[in-house]
Nanobody
Framework: QVHLVESGGGSVQTGGSLRLSCAASGSIYSIYSMAWYRQAPGKQRELVATIVGRESANYADSVKGRFTFSRDYAENTVTLQMNSLKPEDTAVYYC???????????????WGQGTQVTVSS
């Protein structure tokens, strides 16, 4: 069984900062990638940032230069530092990991429970 536990959401004003964290635990054999997605009301879930293996992070154009995605490989945690937040960043943010477990062959997507980020103008 695998768990992705997120923390760090909240409410800020425009221009503020928030830091999201996600810890992956359980019967993990190997992690292929980790990512953050977000879903605003009435919109589809969209990719915010992703790290594949030990490559550099890739970002959605809408967050480039404002968000920083980092990964601690030893602890299986990721952090999303969000600066210069805008009202359009308001959404539920989900942690995602594509990983293989010690019990089931193959790589599958796992999701956290989501954390709300609200940016007011």
């Amino acid at each position: 069984q695998v768990h992705l536990v997120e923390s760090g959401g909240g409410s800020v004003q425009t221009g503020g900062s928030l830091r999201l964290s996600c810890a992956a635990s359980g019967s993990i054999y190997s992690i292929y990638s980790m990512a953050w997605y977000r879903q605003a009301p009435g919109k589809q879930r969209e990719l915010v940032a992703t790290i594949v293996g030990r490559e550099s992070a890739n970002y959605a154009d809408s967050v480039k230069g404002r968000f920083t995605f980092s990964r601690d490989y030893a602890e299986n945690t990721v952090t999303l530092q969000m600066n210069s937040l805008k009202p359009e960043d308001t959404a539920v943010y989900y942690c995602n990991a594509k990983l293989a477990t010690t019990t089931v062959p193959g790589y599958f997507d796992y999701w956290g429970q989501g954390t709300q980020v609200t940016v007011s103008s």
